[in-house]
């Protein structure tokens, strides 16, 4: 299985910025897509911005312009620089990586980002 170990979260104040990253580590043969997604309390999991192995990025229209989705391959490593933060972009971000035809997709176990003054 592929384990993901996300960091970078922490507290903000608005208009600040932050860095997320997501360690892949396991059973990785080829990781087709990594994604990024957001949950608040009990609502559901949102896709905040996803990239392909190619390089081909998905990006939620709350954080078009303002977020950036990239990876590293070699380092099986992706990362959300996150930008001009808004209150409403607090919640726990959570890291999905997908090998197509080697399983199910991976998760991480989240990490919180708060957006306050």
């Known amino acids: 299985q592929v384990q993901l170990v996300e960091s970078g979260g922490g507290l903000v104040q608005p208009g600040g910025s932050l860095r997320l990253s997501c360690a892949a580590s396991?059973?990785?043969?080829?990781?087709?897509?990594m994604g990024w997604y957001r949950q608040v309390s009990e609502k559901q999991r949102d896709l905040v911005a996803q990239?392909?192995?190619?390089?081909?990025?998905d990006y939620a229209d709350s954080v078009k312009g303002r977020f950036t989705i990239s990876r590293d391959n070699a380092k099986n490593t992706a990362y959300l620089q996150m930008s001009s933060l808004k209150p409403e972009d607090t919640a726990v971000y959570y890291c999905?990586?997908?090998?197509?035809?080697?399983?199910?997709?991976?998760w991480g176990q989240g990490t919180q980002v708060t957006v306050s003054s």
């Open positions: 396991g059973s990785i043969f080829s990781i087709s897509t």
């Open positions: 990239i392909t192995s190619g390089g081909r990025t």
């Open positions: 999905r990586a997908e090998q197509r035809g080697y399983g199910p997709p991976s």
